[in-house]
């Protein structure tokens, strides 16, 4: 689908104050920057908070004029007790929040067989339960003001099961089944719930996994970055355009990657019993791939 071609890009999101988690690097930081260049208020929080500034900074020095406020707020979101209050501290500073962006977050890189439950517990917190606290912290304004918005950043991997990132899939699953409840409960309260969900995004995302049984070399897209060629990825700042699209346009869901995760996701969702023939087989072969790659180091 040809996103650019929905009538909206983003540039009416001028003035609105829009809060992002996980603001200090990878798609997080993008959405940041893009979102200060359509001069969007903002609020960036992570629990690094030199980080921030360094991103506030640059979404100062490289877009003065159009971004007029920018909030940084450290948070952890795990952390659920914190988050009425760091939500008041919001409201305080900008009287409104418009959306919110859901986009902290952490992954696995190990066999479900092999990972503690500390590790599931971890990313539970992180993905589900943080996502959900501060979406609970965030609403009660929404309601009364009469607008706002919810944007998940998702993944394919919430739409189908990824290999050795069992548990990442299912916090990730869980998000859908929560907030597609959700819409159904506020679709007429004007709140707008908009699901993205991204493929291989190039970001730090496996470097900051909760449990890495296997290494993974530098990055790069077609256009070229680190060390190791991967065509399929797509770059973090494509990333955050198109999510701004989806989110101007309000639209419930997105599937957003670069081919062949694109045509896996159609495949997996509209023909789930050929998908789960192929993808096994495909899956396993992967994981066989990737544990020789592992000896040979």
Not at 21 to 48: C, D, E, F, M, P
Not at 125 to 151: D, E, R
Request: hydrophobic share 40%; charged share 20%; glycine share 8%.
């Amino acid at each position: 689908m040809a996103y650019e071609a929905l009538g909206k890009n983003g540039d009416d999101l001028q003035g609105k104050v829009i809060w992002i988690t996980g603001a200090s690097s990878g798609i997080g930081k993008a959405l940041a920057l893009h979102l200060a260049r359509k001069g969007a208020k903002l609020i960036l929080s992570a629990r690094n908070e030199d980080s921030l500034k360094q991103v506030k900074d640059e979404c100062l020095s490289n877009y003065s004029g159009q971004s007029s406020d920018i909030l940084v707020l450290r948070l952890d979101v795990t952390d659920f007790d914190s988050h009425k209050e760091a939500t008041q501290n919001v409201l305080k500073h900008f009287s409104k929040i418009d959306i919110l962006i859901n986009n902290a977050g952490r992954s696995q890189r190990a066999y479900a067989s092999q990972t503690i439950l500390d590790m599931d517990k971890a990313l539970l917190n992180t993905n589900v339960l943080g996502v959900i606290s501060l979406f609970k912290a965030v609403l009660p304004s929404m309601l009364t003001q009469g607008h706002g918005q919810i944007v998940n950043m998702s993944s394919v991997s919430g739409k189908m099961g990824t290999v050795f990132a069992a548990t990442y899939s299912a916090t990730k699953f869980a998000l859908h089944g929560y907030f597609d409840a959700v819409q159904t409960e506020i679709f007429d309260r004007n709140i707008h719930i908009t699901n993205v969900c991204p493929g291989p995004v190039i970001s730090n995302i496996i470097q900051n996994a909760a449990q890495k049984d296997f290494d993974q070399p530098p990055l790069k897209s077609a256009d070229g970055y680190g060390e190791r060629s991967f065509w399929f990825l797509m770059t973090a700042e494509r990333c955050a355009e198109l999510t701004t699209i989806a989110m101007a346009n309000q639209l419930g869901e997105v599937w957003v990657s670069r081919q062949p995760i694109l045509f896996l996701t159609y495949f997996a969702y509209y023909l789930p019993h050929l998908y789960s023939f192929f993808g096994k087989r495909l899956g396993k072969k992967r994981a066989e791939i990737m544990l020789e790659s592992q000896k040979q180091k």
